[in-house]
């Protein structure tokens, strides 16, 4: 009992020097001034393309601070004119996401748990090959290809083509936390019955749900913001995503910025509503393989 009373003396000092060491440090004001500012400076051009697609026409050169007179005729022929281009950009990136989640999904289960030996780090290496090959180089590639294949102009090809950034993406993803799930989780369903895929299927997949959710938010982000394919594989106006269609609109409202900034506005809401909804799972599924458990 006496050989406990230090111990207890060392613990109990332990604690007070613990707790003193986390005494919270008083904030300085300063650094939440500079903060502000470097906030402020970063959000001022949404702030300012908000600004300018409330103007009416003709508010192009002096635009106010502040859009006290309101007019939604910006919107109104953006809506009118590019309405089409966000619906094509809305299929192809769901497009690419759902093809994106089928190929990675199993892939990254696959380098996972199934036994490769070295082949692993060989293909591992040619995913990440595969993110360091210029854009340039595969569009023009892929524009030989679809021209022979009939693919131009068409929500197959661009889908495809978008799914080249999100599928490497996935798999490394996706590999990453799959690895932390226990092996055992899975064993217990062979055991009680369950095939492969329905193991997969109902055990994996949910379990994986934050790093799904995560590979399709950045998969969408990858080909809602694509310029360079929808430039390369498109030469129609019927087939025209939202990006290469401010990028067209530009020339003929050189004079009224109002329906440009609209349409930008509206490009960059379902980017903006998705980050949003998501980011507690995204913040989960990129940390999610960190620690393997």
Known sequence: MSAAVPI????????????????????????????VIIIAVMLFPLYWMLNVSLQPAGNAVATPWLPLDLSWDGYATALAEQGGNLVT?????????????????PAAYALAHFRFGKWVVV?????????M???????????????????????????????AAGIPFSIILMRAFMMSIPASIVEAAYVD???????FVSVVLPISRNALITSALFTFLFAWGDFLFALTLTTSES????????????????????????????????????????????????TGGAVKS
């Open 89 to 105: 950009s809305l299929i192809v990136s769901l497009g690419a996401v759902v093809f994106s989640l089928v190929v990675a999904a």
């Open 239 to 286: 087939m025209r995503p939202i990006t290469l269609g401010l990028y067209s609109y530009i020339g003929g409202y050189v004079s009224d910025w109002s329906p440009i900034m609209a349409t930008a506005v509206l490009s960059s809401l379902p980017a903006i509503a998705l980050l949003v909804l998501a980011q507690r799972y995204v913040a989960a599924g990129v």
């Open 133 to 163: 090959v210029p854009g340039i180089v595969v569009a023009n590639a892929l524009y030989s290809a679809y021209s022979d294949l009939g693919l131009l102009n068409t929500y197959v090809g661009l889908i495809l083509a978008d799914s």
């Open 8 to 35: 207890a003396r060392r613990t109990s000092g332990g604690d007070v020097a613990g707790s003193a060491s986390r005494v919270p440090t008083p904030r300085r004001p300063g650094h939440t001034i500079l903060g």
């Open 193 to 199: 019955g369950a095939g492969p895929v329905r193991a």
């Open 123 to 131: 293909l591992l290496f040619g995913v990440l090959t595969t993110q």
